[in-house]
T-cell receptor, first 118, second 108 residues
Framework: GAVVSQHPSRVICKSGTSVKIECRSL??????MFWYRQFPKQSLMLMAT?????????EQGVEKDKFLINHASLTLSTLTVTSAHPEDSSFYIC??????????????FGPGTRLTVL | GIQVEQSPPDLILQEGANSTLRCNFS?????LQWFHQNPWGQLINLFY???GTKQNGRLSATTVATERYSLLYISSSQTTDSGVYFC??????????FGAGTILRVKS
């Protein structure tokens, strides 16, 4: 149980275009999902918290107009990188939090999306 | 904000050896998770352990919340254990703060 998928796994785009990344919880409902970014040989940094049916909460320094988050259902959150530039190239990982049971705070992570902006 | 420190940063083991990874955190937490990031970037959940001790096969973990540290034990290491091990902690808002990780290399 507690499987999270991401699509696409890898994307290459031209500078100035927008890219949408999907995050799905496959076997549980997630009222809260999270988006992280990881640069090479570094740790994960939280970008934003996505709550179903409400606006996302962005971490300090993350541009909300550049990284659009939509959490339209209990199993799907999307991250859109708008007007992507080479400095946006990174590994983007989503996670989803279970909402019940003995480990109700536990987060499960998707396999990640590697974005390369040319 | 809360600080998370992991040690050691790098660890090289011979296959079959045991190891202990440490995670120190600067404030009280209600979530602590250990992950293994494989070479493809996938984070594998190892333990959800805000307090107490758990074991899963060759791995075990202990969190002493009052002293603000957690330990991950790997016994009889295998080459497939290689990768990066992250400790991440959470407080009231559910979001996780990650440590810098420990890079483990197991040699055959």
């Amino acid at each position: 149980g507690a499987v999270v998928s991401q699509h696409p796994s890898r994307v290459i785009c031209k500078s100035g275009t927008s890219v949408k990344i999907e995050c799905r919880s496959l076997d549980f409902q997630a009222t809260t999902m999270f988006w992280y970014r990881q640069f090479p040989k570094q740790s994960l940094m939280l970008m934003a918290t996505s709550n179903e049916g409400s606006k996302a909460t962005y971490e300090q320094g993350v541009e909300k107009d550049k990284f659009l988050i939509n959490h339209a259902s209990l199993t799907l959150s999307t991250l859109t990188v708008t007007s992507a530039h080479p400095e946006d190239s990174s590994f983007y990982i989503c996670s989803a939090k279970t909402s019940g049971g003995s480990s109700y705070n536990e987060q499960f992570f998707g396999p990640g999306t590697r974005l390369t902006v040319l | 904000g809360i600080q998370v420190e992991q040690s050691p940063p790098d660890l090289i083991l011979q296959e079959g050896a045991n190891s202990t990874l440490r995670c120190n955190f600067s404030d009280s937490v209600n979530n602590l998770q250990w992950f293994h990031q494989n070479p493809w970037g996938q984070l594998i959940n190892l333990f959800y352990i805000p307090s107490g001790t758990k074991q899963n096969g060759r791995l075990s973990a202990t969190t002493v919340a009052t002293e603000r540290y957690s330990l991950l034990y790997i016994s009889s290491s295998q080459t497939t254990d290689s990768g990066v091990y992250f400790c991440a902690v959470g407080q009231y808002g559910n979001k996780l703060v990650f440590g810098a990780g420990t890079i483990l290399r197991v040699k055959s």
